[in-house]
């Protein structure tokens, strides 16, 4: 059974999608019992839910905390292990999250196997029916981590946190273009092509940096502020982690 605690919609409501105003929103970190309300563009739900309750987007990236990144010369994708099969029940974080996006279920096999399913990557708005299509995007990517705040955790929580099945939102089934093309980077350099993935992109981003307690710094911040603007009823809720 898998760790992660997601929503599934179905593939028709897919064509309520955010469009940056006028649209709440609500980022979740828990599985709410009655799925209501809007789905963001990748078809999850978009219903309130978590520990801390909906607070709007603005106050949200208000509690960030700013500080200056720290050199990204010790950086090493090792330092994070990720890919773990951490309930032993043969599949990894990758194939949870793949499991748990899918819009169309996939076939599982022995070993996890993963065959059949279809999935909306919602950065660039674009339908692959092929796993091997689909790369698993860290929401704040490792390198950044790494820079506002993991340099000083455990190795163990490193790996918490690059496995983090505990939020729907730290980690997302993106094309493998549009990963690769974000690479390291934060909001101030990389956002989601398709504009209308922008509301949902910046609610996830602030989430996952409150989640765990990472900084944002000033170019960073003023790109959420900016974004803020353009996604006046965004709200998010917020879980952190362990």
């Known amino acids: 059974m898998s760790l992660r605690r997601h929503v599934f919609v179905s593939a028709g409501l897919l064509l309520a999608t955010v469009t940056g105003c006028g649209t709440a929103v609500t980022s979740e970190d828990a599985k709410p019992t009655t799925p209501t309300t809007t789905t963001t563009?990748?078809?999850?739900?978009?219903a309130p839910g978590g520990t801390l309750g909906a607070t709007p987007l603005a106050e949200a990236v208000a509690q960030l905390r700013a500080a200056e990144e720290v050199d990204r010369d010790g950086y090493a994708r090792a330092r994070f292990k990720h890919?773990?099969?951490?309930d032993d029940d043969a599949?990894?974080?990758?194939?949870e999250v793949l499991i748990?996006?899918?819009v169309k279920a996939v076939q599982q096999g022995e070993d996890c196997e993963l065959t059949g399913g279809e999935w909306l990557s919602y950065y660039?708005?674009?339908?692959?029916?092929?796993?091997?299509?689909l790369d698993i995007d860290h929401m704040v990517?490792?390198?950044?981590?790494?820079?506002s705040g993991a340099t000083g955790w455990t190795d163990e929580r490193r790996e918490a946190y690059a496995n983090d099945l505990g939020a729907e939102r730290s980690l997302v089934a993106v094309t493998a273009r549009t990963n690769r093309s974000k690479g390291g980077k934060d909001p101030a350099r990389w956002l989601p092509p398709a504009p209308s993935a922008r509301c949902a992109y910046a609610v996830d981003w602030t989430v996952t940096?409150?989640?765990?307690?990472?900084?944002?710094?000033?170019k960073e911040l003023a790109v959420l502020n900016k974004l803020v603007e353009d996604c006046p009823d965004a709200a998010v809720s917020i879980k952190p982690a362990a």
């Open 141 to 147: 990517p490792l390198e950044e981590a790494w820079a």
């Open 41 to 46: 563009p990748a078809g999850r739900s978009a």
């Open 91 to 95: 599949c990894d974080t990758r194939s």
């Open 83 to 86: 890919w773990v099969d951490a």
């Open 124 to 133: 660039d708005e674009v339908t692959v029916t092929e796993a091997s299509g």
């Open 100 to 102: 748990d996006e899918a």
């Open 209 to 218: 940096k409150l989640r765990w307690g990472l900084a944002a710094d000033d």
